[in-house]
């Protein structure tokens, strides 16, 4: 077994928990290296100390599952089989305290699997694999880095129909098109382009509006690629924007550029909020900052750590997050530049490298 697994098994002695059950597919997939959805069906690793671990699948997953997985012992199960009652046929010994992920389980699955094995107590362990997954190792990172380069090449590709008259739909139909194209496995989440007036929505859902000359056009996408995930957001302009939209702009790439010189190894989350929360706040637009400044980025596109303002854990070589600052004036338009960063042993390294200048379509 691996280091997580050792990890798990030390973790496991000191809680006194006899019986680990993972459920989540993206913690199997990182712990084992089987990425799939099950979509209703059961899929679980289960260990427990001095035992290696297992995994059931469902049986139409089996094969993708041995081609794949670090695990050797592999149960399948039927759509007419209780996972469950085979689930209760294959641990070994006393059940005893078992280790559940109460994030992502349902009450329904909850409730089988209480019916099933009968256990007395359960512990969520969702923090522990939160924390293992904190610190990327080389092979995240790489993965990270290959979502990085497709969601530029997308942006670089989607850019060139930027037009008078077009929708913002349009704009979406066309980057999902090219996250195809290009081999990624799809968005990471719903990809976003808004314009206009609409900029000035953080979170704006993409309409029929169509792009008028001035327009700020802003694009907040991202990838799945061999599991892991990329985040990228930059604002351009249609021709000539307004003298505000130029001054915010120019406000939030210097937030961007403070926060990302703050980054290194020891400081904390806070901080990094603060050096980009400085810059907007000294040039009157701090009420127009309305978020925190970015989040955590691997096998999920937001995980742990949320970077804000009251986070007082410490920076550690192999964290990744994004860092987004972005200014919102109602009926004026909004700017938001994000660049997905690592934190290496001596600062930091940005991961995405499209241009930040201003550009002017």
Same mark, same amino acid.
């Given at each position: 077994?691996?280091?997580?697994?050792?990890?798990?098994?030390?973790?496991?002695?000191?809680?006194?928990?006899?019986?680990?059950?993972?459920?989540?597919?993206?913690?199997?997939?990182?712990?084992?290296?089987?990425?799939?959805?099950?979509?209703?069906?059961?899929?679980?690793?289960?260990?427990?100390?001095?035992?290696?671990?297992?995994?059931?699948?469902?049986?139409?997953?089996?094969?993708?599952?041995?081609?794949?997985?670090?695990?050797?012992?592999?149960?399948?199960?039927?759509?007419?089989?209780?996972?469950?009652?085979?689930?209760?046929?294959?641990?070994?010994?006393?059940?005893?305290?078992?280790?559940?992920?109460?994030?992502?389980?349902?009450?329904?699955?909850?409730?089988?699997?209480?019916?099933?094995?009968?256990?007395?107590?359960?512990?969520?362990?969702?923090?522990?694999?939160?924390?293992?997954?904190?610190?990327?190792?080389?092979?995240?990172?790489?993965?990270?880095?290959?979502?990085?380069?497709?969601?530029?090449?997308?942006?670089?590709?989607?850019?060139?129909?930027?037009?008078?008259?077009?929708?913002?739909?349009?704009?979406?139909?066309?980057?999902?098109?090219?996250?195809?194209?290009?081999?990624?496995?799809?968005?990471?989440?719903?990809?976003?382009?808004?314009?206009?007036?609409?900029?000035?929505?953080?979170?704006?859902?993409?309409?029929?509006?169509?792009?008028?000359?001035?327009?700020?056009?802003?694009?907040?996408?991202?990838?799945?690629?061999?599991?892991?995930?990329?985040?990228?957001?930059?604002?351009?302009?249609?021709?000539?924007?307004?003298?505000?939209?130029?001054?915010?702009?120019?406000?939030?790439?210097?937030?961007?550029?403070?926060?990302?010189?703050?980054?290194?190894?020891?400081?904390?989350?806070?901080?990094?909020?603060?050096?980009?929360?400085?810059?907007?706040?000294?040039?009157?637009?701090?009420?127009?900052?309305?978020?925190?400044?970015?989040?955590?980025? $691997? #096998?999920? !596109?937001?995980?742990?750590?949320? %970077?804000?303002?009251?986070?007082? =854990? &410490?920076?550690?070589?192999?964290? *990744?997050?994004?860092?987004?600052? $972005? #200014?919102? !004036?109602?009926?004026?338009?909004? %700017?938001?530049?994000?660049?997905? =960063? &690592?934190?290496?042993?001596?600062? *930091?390294?940005?991961?995405?490298?499209?241009?930040?200048?201003?550009?002017?379509?």
């Amino acid at each position: 077994m691996d280091f997580k697994w050792n990890k798990l098994e030390k973790k496991m002695s000191e809680m006194g928990i006899h019986t680990l059950l993972i459920t989540n597919p993206k913690h199997v997939y990182y712990l084992t290296g089987f990425l799939s959805n099950p979509h209703e069906r059961f899929l679980g690793v289960i260990l427990q100390p001095g035992n290696d671990p297992f995994m059931m699948v469902p049986a139409l997953d089996e094969t993708a599952a041995r081609e794949s997985s670090t695990i050797r012992e592999i149960i399948t199960h039927q759509d007419t089989d209780n996972p469950y009652h085979l689930l209760k046929q294959r641990i070994k010994g006393p059940l005893g305290t078992i280790g559940l992920e109460k994030e992502h389980m349902t009450l329904a699955v909850f409730e089988q699997l209480q019916s099933s094995l009968s256990f007395a107590r359960y512990l969520d362990v969702g923090p522990w694999l939160r924390d293992l997954r904190v610190r990327k190792c080389e092979d995240e990172v790489a993965k990270i880095r290959y979502a990085v380069d497709l969601i530029e090449q997308v942006l670089d590709n989607a850019i060139s129909h930027i037009a008078e008259g077009v929708t913002e739909n349009e704009l979406v139909a066309e980057v999902e098109y090219q996250i195809r194209k290009l081999g990624a496995d799809g968005p990471s989440f719903d990809s976003m382009v808004l314009s206009g007036e609409k900029t000035a929505l953080p979170h704006g859902v993409p309409g029929t509006r169509k792009l008028q000359q001035g327009d700020l056009v802003m694009f907040d996408i991202g990838v799945y690629a061999n599991g892991y995930a990329s985040d990228i957001t930059r604002t351009f302009a249609l021709g000539e924007p307004s003298a505000e939209c130029k001054k915010i702009y120019d406000i939030v790439l210097a937030a961007n550029e403070a926060a990302i010189q703050a980054v290194k190894p020891g400081v904390t989350f806070a901080s990094i909020d603060k050096a980009a929360r400085d810059v907007i706040e000294q040039a009157g637009y701090g009420q127009y900052f309305i978020h925190r400044l970015g989040h955590g980025l $691997g #096998i999920d !596109v937001h995980e742990f750590p949320s %970077v804000h303002g009251n986070n007082e =854990v &410490l920076l550690a070589e192999g964290n *990744v997050f994004t860092i987004e600052p $972005g #200014i919102y !004036v109602p009926g004026v338009g909004g %700017v938001r530049i994000e660049d997905d =960063v &690592l934190v290496t042993k001596n600062g *930091v390294e940005v991961l995405t490298s499209y241009p930040k200048e201003l550009i002017q379509l």
